[in-house]
């Protein structure tokens, strides 16, 4: 086939539309699809993160890399996004803290040889890899293990040195918690040791989107039930993640019951300049040193913090870090969540009064570019009887959406229905107001997130009907999954009741254009 000339978007638009495998095939019949074909075929690395292939795909991939070290640059370089995304981990991978200090064992590095899996030439250059970049010895014992088993969170994590054009690189919580492989690699190319080798300098200059483990933003369960509970030292491999600077969307799964403790780690960079949206979820009390990265910010649109109460000490940063953000912030939620050790824990007013009583009586006033804020419904009465008391919390005149959530309850036993009729109560009355309009005047959308457990969804929006008449509302209902697939409520309702994880339910009632 003789070569022409095509505008380059309209080959990305074809290569949309293509099989990998098919992709592959064209690319043997012209230099032009070659060309641009070859960099459609690496730009995104976006696999199904689950089952026994995982471990093939990672070593084909850096089989490709390491048969032509002339190319292996330019390949590289084309890579533009990693999203390994899943709710399981790869079969046969070994649950391991991270490798700085997890205990090597030398003698099964002979599985490098003596093994029946190939990969023999890759598993060479990989240990060059480790060696160049690791400068702790125990480190790379510890790294070189985990290559010879062929682990498949430290195959991804070795990828980072290369991608020296990555934009965007979203991993599933089961990194973190199998090893914490890609914080300790950033961790090695950050620190500022001296890197002989050229194509292995990669200090992350172009990325701009970093999601870690955030896809685990629903499983809330105590301490008994919990799988993922993570170790004392977890907290080590996201100390390198908030130093790089240049990221303008970060979002954290951190889950760290012991804290970052930030305060205590010398030379901790926190000057996030270039950042635009923050997600923080699962933050303990010992995280809120993270709320001083609020007031080197001046470029922030939207944050979700996701707090999670252990203890009944609560501190003052959360109150001042929010405050550095009243002339930026456009976007707000926050969440509650409740890892308990005994019931009294869920006594709300006990957990989350305190830590708040500084956010209410018009706090949110002060924010003069809020178009969206979505809180649990009890932050904007000052936690008193919901009932009793409704919505007196002074809103922003500039607000678009109100979020109301409803976050305390017990994962198996939470009463769906009751919930629902009283957030719907306390929403119909704060929509009657006679000086609603002047006082959210661009209100167009309410939202009202529910919790559910296994018991499932006894009553839908149909709880709605006399709230959508009586404010000629439009409805959009969905219910998000665990891997934050959105689904029509309707339809799926009997399968839905069988569901074993629990799951947030997603009512967005439209207020028309113009309200009388």
């Known amino acids: 086939m003789p070569d022409f000339q095509v505008v380059e978007d309209v080959w990305h638009e074809i290569c949309e539309y293509l099989e990998t495998r098919d992709l592959f095939n064209i690319c043997l019949t012209s230099r032009t699809i070659n060309h641009v074909g070859t960099r459609y075929l690496y730009r995104k690395i976006k696999w199904n993160w689950k089952g026994k292939k995982s471990r093939y795909r990672i070593m084909s991939l850096w089989t490709a890399l390491v048969q032509d070290k002339d190319k292996r640059s330019r390949l590289c ?36 040889r003596s093994d029946k899996v190939p990969f023999y030439q890759e598993i060479d250059y990989l240990r060059d890899v480790v060696s160049s970049v690791v400068e702790s010895p125990k480190g790379r014992l510890a790294w070189f293990e985990s290559i010879a088993a062929r682990n ?5 994590a070795l990828l980072l040195p290369l991608l020296h054009n990555l934009r965007s690189l979203k991993l599933d919580y089961t990194f973190a918690v199998n090893g914490g492989y890609p914080g300790q690699m950033i961790e090695s190319l950050t620190s500022g040791k001296e890197i002989h080798s050229a194509e292995l300098q990669n200090n992350f200059e172009h990325l701009e989107v970093f999601d870690y483990g955030t896809n685990a933003l629903h499983n809330n369960l105590p301490h008994s039930c919990d799988n993922t509970y993570i170790r004392m030292r977890y907290s080590s491999q996201l100390i390198p993640i908030f130093q790089l600077q240049q990221v303008k ?12 403790l930030l305060a205590r780690i010398p030379d901790v960079q926190m000057d996030h300049w ?15 040193a993270l709320f001083k990265i609020f007031k080197r910010t001046n470029k922030l649109r939207s944050l979700h913090l996701g707090m999670n109460a252990e203890e009944k000490d609560f501190c003052k940063y959360i109150w001042n870090g929010l405050r ?76 678009e959406k109100l979020g109301l959530r409803w ?7 939470y009463d769906v229905p009751t919930a629902t009729v009283r957030i719907l109560l306390v929403l119909t009355e704060f929509l009657r107001l006679p000086d609603r309009h002047q006082r959210v005047p661009l209100l167009q959308e309410v939202i009202i997130r529910l919790f559910i457990g296994e018991g499932g ?5 149909v709880d709605c009907d006399d709230l959508i008449e009586q404010f000629n509302m439009t409805v959009d209902e969905r219910t998000l999954m665990l891997n934050d697939v959105s689904l029509n409520i309707r339809g799926i309702l009997p399968n839905h009741r069988r569901r074993s994880h629990p799951s947030s339910t997603h009512f967005s009632l439209l207020l028309p254009d113009r309200q009388t």
């Open 249 to 260: 969307h970060l979002k954290v799964w951190l889950r760290s019951r012991h804290g970052l």
């Open 457 to 461: 969804l006894s009553r839908t929006v």
């Open 77 to 112: 370089g084309f890579v533009r996004e990693v999203h390994l995304l899943g709710s399981t981990p790869p079969k046969d991978t070994r649950m391991v803290e991270c490798p700085e200090i997890h205990e090597s064992n030398p003698s099964s590095l002979s599985i490098i």
């Open 152 to 156: 498949v969170y430290a195959l991804v």
């Open 274 to 288: 270039a950042l635009e949206t923050l997600v923080l979820d699962h933050i303990s009390v010992m995280d809120c």
């Open 324 to 399: 550095a953000l009243c002339g930026c912030l456009e976007h707000l939620s926050i969440s509650f969540s409740i890892t308990p050790r005994s019931r009294e824990y869920h006594i709300d007013t006990i957990m989350w009064g305190p830590l708040f009583r500084h956010m209410t009586a018009g706090f949110f006033q002060d924010f003069t570019r809020f178009k969206t804020l979505e809180l649990p419904i009890q932050m904007l009465n000052g936690f008193r009887d919901i009932m009793e008391v409704g919505i007196q919390q002074d809103l922003p005149v500039t607000l």
């Open 407 to 413: 976050d305390f309850r017990d994962v198996e036993s």
